[in-house]
Every structure is written in structure tokens, then in C-alpha cells.
């Protein structure tokens, strides 16, 4: 008897880790850290969420099915998308994940994409699945996508916010925030087992993501960047972003309002003007601005770099392939 109850809750604890994430876990992973501008260290804007056994992706831009692929999560775990916004590259992966989701070599996704998202999610999806109509017609016929993975479960998000996911314990809300003439455009929050993290998607400096941020685990928040000597050649392209994005300025005034328990940025947009011979800001110059604003921790994001969620604080994990137990694809 002794050996058989031994060997049950062997399987058990095996079966609460296959999955890469116990029931307990809360965990952020950061799977794209770029923007419109292709650069193949920062692919697109996306954040996997995994809280309670469940796995929320938030954004898809490109490659997001690529960087899942090297974080060994398989594309049909993920249970619901939830997009900031419209911008090409917050949603530029979404019809690579849908299609790509339901024929995976290790299992299919044989239910329809849960996608949120603001105003006009209806016609990404639409426009996804009509795109898809005839690949999808010659698949099925040749099994090797189910017929319940061909739709989208679109939602749209409240008009000014709210709940928009609350089950077995894992809460989302959306807010609105500030990303000037892009309306609407939210932030989320996501709250597990007395734990929270912020995504603030692209905003400027926003009271409603102060409101929703304040204290918080962990705020993971856009930041965009001119150097020096760009502001100083050329004032008023560098503005226009700033109207919309947060400066290194404004980021660290954001996180002395927030003071989270620990902040990562993303979304990095790093301007250049090659008529002027000027390059991008780098990473350092990013860093030490940010720092002569703000004395609490943060990190520069980077594509795969992972932070687990405890009672006893925020550990931020550099990306290693060999970290997580492999799962089919």
C-alpha cells in the first residue's frame, strides 16, 4: 500500500510540473521587447502571463509563435489573448499564432482563439479567418487541423475598463491608458494569489495606470528614447514620440508614483536619424537616465527573460533553454 501511494503522488507531483508552471506559480515572461522596427534581438511586443495553471499571452507581435517555441511553451496551452491596442506590431504575430496554434506537432488546439482586445478586435478576427479560408479548407480535409480550432472567440473590452477574465482565482482587468491619438488603448492587470502585475502596453505618462499600478509586484512598462544629441538636433521628432510613448524621464517619474516591488521595461524604442548620422540611444545611456529619475529597482528587458512571483519578492531569470522541461510543440 505504502509503495502504491508513493507511486501516485509521484505521478501527481509529475503531472503539476509537466506543464512547466505548478498550480502555485506565478510567473511573467517576456517574449518580445521590440517595435515596429525590425531587429532580430527584439522581436515583437508580447508577454506570456502563467498564473494557477493557466497561460495568458498579452499582445502578439512578431515571432510571437517563435519566441513561445524556445520558452518550450506549446502554442495550444495558451487559454486566452488579450491585445493593448491596434498597432501593427501588437497584433502582426496573431495570425501566425492562430494558424500555427491548431496544427502543432505535439497536439492540436481543437477550440476556438479566445482573443480580447479594444474596439475593432472583430474585424482582426474576421479579417484572420477569411485570410486563412482556404489553408484552413485543405487542412481539415487532410487532418491535420480539428474543424473547432477554425474560429475566433473575439471579446471586446469594456469602453472604459473593467474585468475581463476571473477564473480559478486569476483575475484580468483592463484600463485605459494614454497613447495620445490611439484610442482606446489598455494596460492590464493581472491578479493571482495576493499577487499582481501591471502591463502598461504603450502609454505615456497615464493617472489611471498609476491608479491601477500602485504597489504593485511587478510593472512592466513601455519606454521610448532619443539620445542627447537627437533631442538636441532635432526637437521635434524626437516630441512626437514622447506625446505618445514614455521618455526615460517620464518612465522614472512613473515608477517613483507606482514604487513597484520590481519593474522591467519593454516596448523599447530606440530612435536613430541616419540622414543626420545619428544612431540609436544605447542600452547604457537608457539605463543611467532612467536611474538619475528613479532610485528603486528595474531592468532593462530583453526577449525571453523570465521573473517568478513570490510571497517573498520578484527573481528576475536571464533566458536559458536548458531552464524549462521540454514540452512538444
Known sequence: MKTRLASICAVAVLLATSSGTSAQDFKVTLLGTG?????????????????????????????????LHQAKVPLRSIDAVYITHLHSDHIAGLPDFYATSAQGAGGRRAMPLNVHGPIGI??????????????????????????????IAEHTNPPDGGMVYDKAGVKVTAFLVDHGHVKPAYGYRVDYDGRAVVLSGDTTYSPNLIKHAKGVDLLIHCVAIGSRRLEERAPTFVQRFYDYLASPEMAGRILNEVRPRQAVFSHISLYSRPDL????????????????????????????????????GVTAEPYSPAKRQHEPD
Do not use: C, K, W
Not at 482582426?124 to 480550432?149: C, H, K, M, Q, Y
Open 122 to 151: 472583430d474585424n482582426v478576427a474576421r479579417g484572420i479567418e477569411l485570410t486563412f479560408t482556404d489553408n484552413n479548407r485543405f487542412r481539415v480535409a487532410g487532418n491535420e487541423i480539428l474543424p473547432g480550432s477554425l474560429n
Open 277 to 312: 548620422e545619428i544612431p540609436r540611444a544605447s542600452i547604457d545611456e537608457l539605463r543611467s537616465r532612467v536611474r538619475a529619475v528613479y532610485d528603486g529597482p528595474f531592468h532593462i528587458g530583453e526577449d525571453l527573460m523570465a521573473f517568478q512571483i513570490g510571497a517573498e
Open 35 to 67: 517595435t515596429p522596427i525590425l531587429n532580430v534581438d527584439r522581436l515583437g511586443m508580447s508577454t506570456l502571463v502563467e498564473a494557477g495553471g493557466q497561460r495568458l499571452l498579452f499582445d502578439a507581435g512578431r515571432g510571437v509563435s517563435i519566441r
